[in-house]
């Protein structure tokens, strides 16, 4: 049985280049496999930048490398499932990591409950949200609006989900998303006609998160204070 009371911890990152995150997160995924740290819970806003997951196929890389260069985009290979994505402003990104070995081994359970997690997200905002049968992501009717992609070490999950919610959509033209040429990717603000609140949007995707997988958030008063005394 998993305990309602089980303390999570929160680190709001604001936002960071994408590297040094992505670095953090592998340092906490060996703290938490050695049990040095509960599991925990990073939000962030990146600059604007490209990754490449294990299944990605290079031709859904759209732009010349001097294309990114002028656009200010980076790009990376890294270790997390699926296809090529954008991360950028106004977009909120959640990076859960937290041992398995709790909630039964069991990473495409988990899959589906950050979906559950993203969908009651939008909900709040008065978007039905759903999947689509055969496709990754979050959908509301024919566009994609947040993004899931995990890795998983040792039974500890790291990388995670995305929402756009006032995200430059441009960027997107960059890419095939996530492998995707038949449906466009969409935002909150896009599919509401105005722009949203990011603090908003973040702070009720944390709480979905928590009361979906019944943690206790513990916000970390100086997220960098606590990363450096790690």
Same mark, same amino acid.
Request: glycine share 10%; proline share 5%.
């Given at each position: /049985?998993?305990?309602? =009371?089980?303390?999570?911890?929160?680190?709001? %990152?604001?936002?960071?280049?994408?590297?040094?995150?992505?670095?953090?997160?592998?340092? %906490?995924?060996?703290?938490?496999?050695?049990?040095?740290?509960?599991?925990?819970?990073?939000?962030?806003?990146? =600059?604007?930048?490209?990754? /490449?997951?294990? +299944?990605?196929?290079?031709? #859904?890389?759209?732009?010349?490398?001097?294309?990114?260069?002028?656009?200010?985009?980076?790009?990376?290979?890294?270790?997390? +499932?699926?296809?090529?994505?954008?991360?950028?402003?106004?977009?909120?990104?959640?990076?859960?990591?937290?041992?398995?070995?709790?909630?039964?081994?069991?990473?495409?359970?988990?899959?589906?409950?950050?979906?559950? *997690?993203?969908?009651?997200?939008?909900?709040?905002?008065?978007?039905?949200?759903?999947?689509?049968?055969?496709?990754?992501?979050?959908?509301?009717? =024919?566009?994609?609006? +947040?993004?899931?992609?995990?890795?998983?070490?040792?039974?500890?999950?790291? &990388?995670?989900?995305?929402?756009?919610?006032?995200?430059?959509?441009?960027?997107? =033209?960059?890419? #095939?998303?996530?492998?995707?040429?038949?449906?466009?990717?969409?935002?909150?603000?896009?599919? %509401?006609?105005?722009?949203? +609140?990011?603090?908003?949007?973040?702070?009720? %995707? *944390?709480?979905?998160?928590?009361? &979906?997988?019944?943690?206790?958030?513990?916000?970390?008063?100086?997220?960098?204070?606590?990363?450096?005394?790690?």
């Amino acid at each position: /049985m998993i305990n309602a =009371d089980k303390p999570l911890l929160y680190l709001p %990152l604001g936002r960071r280049p994408y590297e040094s995150v992505w670095q953090l997160q592998k340092r %906490l995924v060996a703290a938490r496999a050695a049990g040095k740290v509960d599991d925990l819970l990073i939000s962030v806003e990146h =600059d604007p930048v490209l990754t /490449m997951g294990r +299944g990605t196929d290079r031709a #859904n890389l759209l732009a010349a490398p001097e294309t990114l260069k002028q656009r200010g985009v980076g790009l990376f290979e890294i270790e997390r +499932g699926g296809d090529i994505t954008f991360h950028g402003p106004g977009q909120v990104v959640l990076y859960p990591i937290i041992d398995l070995r709790r909630r039964g081994r069991d990473s495409h359970k988990y899959l589906r409950d950050l979906e559950s *997690v993203v969908i009651a997200t939008l909900a709040e905002w008065g978007l039905e949200a759903g999947v689509k049968p055969g496709l990754t992501g979050i959908w509301v009717g =024919d566009y994609k609006v +947040g993004a899931i992609g995990v890795a998983v070490s040792k039974w500890i999950t790291y &990388h995670g989900v995305a929402i756009n919610v006032n995200v430059d959509l441009s960027f997107f =033209d960059l890419i #095939n998303p996530c492998g995707i040429t038949d449906y466009p990717v969409g935002s909150i603000a896009q599919l %509401l006609g105005k722009g949203q +609140g990011m603090r908003e949007v973040e702070r009720a %995707l *944390v709480r979905s998160f928590a009361k &979906h997988f019944a943690y206790n958030v513990k916000q970390v008063g100086d997220p960098d204070k606590w990363i450096t005394d790690l």
